[in-house]
């Protein structure tokens, strides 16, 4: 039982984490005034991170933290936007968080030597949206910092890619 629940708070932190990099995502493309199409997916990628943090906080127990988070999110959407600095770096640091990320899954596989139940399809996908991201942002906003952060993160979810793959134990036939 306490395995479980030291999962599900290191869960609720994947997911926080995973939240502010959208909403800091968000609101950078909503500052900027760029296109809808550019971000259209990200408010439902909140919700649908808002739906699993609220999961993961009801069953470890914890829904009292509930309100403070709400706080907080709300507070910082605010924030975020009272200065340019401010917005530019929390993107920033949303990038590096994001990167620091894919470099624990990188660190866990080259530990372990087993990519075990990690998807090689999931990450190539996200390769490959990140591709797709570098392409639509030189043909819509051409922002510099957006294209860093798909470059970046195209880069490490290749390498987090051929790492699974390289790792990926074969089952003997008889």
């Known amino acids: ?40 997916e990200y408010p439902i990628l909140v919700a649908q991170d808002v739906i699993l943090l609220l999961c993961v906080l009801h069953y470890s127990g914890k829904m009292e933290h ?13 924030l975020l936007t009272l200065q340019k600095w401010i917005i530019d770096l929390a993107m920033n640091l949303c990038t590096l968080i994001s990167a620091a ?4 899954q990188l660190r866990c596989l080259w530990q372990t030597r087993d990519s075990g139940q990690v998807s090689a399809l999931t990450w190539s996908m996200s390769a490959f949206t990140c591709a797709t991201r570098i392409f639509t942002t030189v043909m819509t906003t051409n922002d510099l ?12 979810n290749i390498w987090v890619t051929t790492t ?3 790792y990926r134990k074969t089952e003997k036939t008889d």
């Not at 509930?66 to 605010?78: E, R, S």
């Not at 990320?101 to 624990?104: E, F, H, M, Q």
């Not at 957006?146 to 970046?152: D, K, N, P």
């Open 145 to 156: 910092m957006v294209l860093v952060r798909f470059v970046i993160m195209l880069v490490l």
């Open 101 to 104: 990320s894919k470099l624990a």
């Open 66 to 78: 509930v309100l403070p988070y709400i706080a907080i999110f709300v507070g910082g959407w605010y």
């Open 1 to 40: 039982m306490e395995r479980a629940l030291l999962g599900l708070a290191h869960g609720s932190t994947l997911v926080l984490c995973a939240l502010l990099n959208f909403l800091v995502f968000l609101r950078y493309q909503i500052y900027y005034g760029y296109p809808l199409l550019t971000y259209l």
């Open 164 to 166: 699974i793959l390289r």
